[in-house]
């Protein structure tokens, strides 16, 4: 399951002590494997993470008891009742780099599977995220990267990556920074946070550091113009006390026509992909069987100290255009393609911290997020709104870094990952959100609590529906029981607004209702509590 990458990113943010060095630069696991094991070629290091949890939320259609991943309310039959669900999780990622002393250590390769499942789900089959039942016997590796990394001849600090990699809207190296400093600058992996296979340069030349990168996200029939590939250049520079700024462009040309993707949903902008990780679906009129897209994002964005571990404040923001255009073949006229409609949106995103006690965890964050909506579509020929990663992988983007658990997903899942809102867009609708969490460690690095707010609105009325989406409470304890070991306890409630009252909102909505404007009864308020121990082993 692509959501693997969310533990991994747990994995990598596991905050040091204040007297570490600066992880942004220098404390990776892979690093860490490296020195603790002088003069061997092959570096082991996994991760162990368990969860028991108790929600009220649940799918409909038993299909999906194995995983379930997109938006609560929507295809993917997520729904709120007044029964209670009792499950336990587990997964396991193990990590492997071999880097070889014949090659003077200019060279390695690095390669990470997973292996979860629903204790007790099923046995003695084959299938990803199942395989604890009596007797187990089940077929369930899954291959998250298999690449590899060459030193560029006659340089340092430059790096040519090849294969199934990381594929994160940053410029920095997923491979030696902290998965939580990513997540908390650039574009925080709002827009692209996946894997995909392709070729990566990663380079510094005087305090910029630099990257290039182009991906087949799918490659579909080998002998035609049908493929979906994404082409990067990213750059970060450090201006002086701690301050950076960067900027990025990127560009997807999509020529698939939705052919490919993930399982029977498909992929691209008019696939039922898109609707089930929460992003706009462009409605394809009748007739049109092929269809070209052609997108590009570009923007700014600056951070300072965003992990608190320079000083006692910390701030980072962004600013992303979203441009492009979708074409569809005229059916009278083969291999001639009209313009459907442009995309001209805009998304923002502010955040700081104030650190007030004597760990990073003693701490204060508040943030806000803007996307642009569109209230109609593309009648007019102009979508407003902005597309992500999710529009082609589930999930291809991120939101998990505000520190909710319910209106915007959580990183600390296994087989279900869902929430109010799952990708940037909002459907289309657009957003504005505020995140408030409040931290403090009762003993240092040993024993920490932590609470937290968010609320959000859609900035487009839907249908028979209001702007409000939901407001949430939030908390954890957190005991760090060894070094690198941790239990926790999480807690979460969701009011839900008039948002949901929608039925375009709601996809069990009937088409009469849909059709009449029909305001639907307000759903159930979500919640879940879960206990869960994470264990990074090095």
Known sequence: MVTSLLLTGSLLAWAPPPTAPDPATTTTPEELGRTRRPGKDLTFFGYFFTRAEMTNVSPENDLFKGQIVGRLFGPNTTRTSKDRAVFLEQRFIPFFIYEPKVLSRHARIRASFEIDWTYGDVNNSAG????????????????????????????????????????????????????????????R???????????????????????????????????????????????????????????????????????????????????????????????????????????????????????????????????????????????????????????????????????????????????????????DGITDGVYNGVITGNTWGAPGALMTSHGAYLLMPHAYVVNRFYAAVTDPSNLGFGLWSANLNASYDIVPNKLEVKVGGAVARSNIKPLAGERFIGGELNGRITWRLRPLVAIEAHAAHLWLGGFFRSPEVLSASSDEDLAAGTPQALPRNPWTAFLSLRWLMV
Do not use: C
């Open 128 to 187: 990803g995220n199942f395989g604890s039942a009596f007797t187990a016997d089940q077929v369930n590796l899954q291959t998250q990267n298999v690449e590899a990394e060459f030193d560029v001849p006659g340089t340092k600090h430059w790096y040519v990556d090849l294969g199934l990699q990381r594929l994160y809207d940053t410029a920095l190296d997923p491979y030696r920074t902290v998965f939580e400093h990513m997540t908390l600058t650039g574009t």
């Open 189 to 375: 992996l709002n827009f692209w946070g996946s894997d995909a296979v392709g070729v990566t340069v990663h380079g510094l030349a005087g305090g910029q550091k630099i990257k290039l990168g182009a991906y087949q996200l799918y490659e579909n029939l080998i002998q035609k113009d049908d493929d979906v590939a994404l082409f990067e250049a990213a750059t970060d520079r450090h201006l002086g006390r701690g301050v950076h700024v960067g900027g990025h462009v990127r560009y997807l040309r999509d020529a698939s026509s939705g052919a490919g993707g993930v399982g029977l949903l498909g992929q691209g902008p008019a696939s039922p992909l898109a609707g089930y990780t929460g992003a706009f679906r462009v409605p394809i009129p009748g007739g049109i069987e092929s269809y070209r897209s052609h997108f590009v994002w570009t923007g700014a964005d600056a951070s300072y100290n965003p992990l608190l571990t320079a000083g006692w404040w910390g701030a980072s923001a962004y600013v992303v255009g979203n441009f492009g255009r979708m074409l569809a073949e005229d059916p009278e006229r083969p291999d001639h393609y009209d313009e459907l409609f442009k995309v001209r949106g805009v998304a923002a995103n502010a955040r700081v911290a104030l650190r007030y006690g004597r760990t990073p965890h003693d701490m204060v964050s508040l943030e806000s997020a803007y996307t642009s909506g569109d209230a």
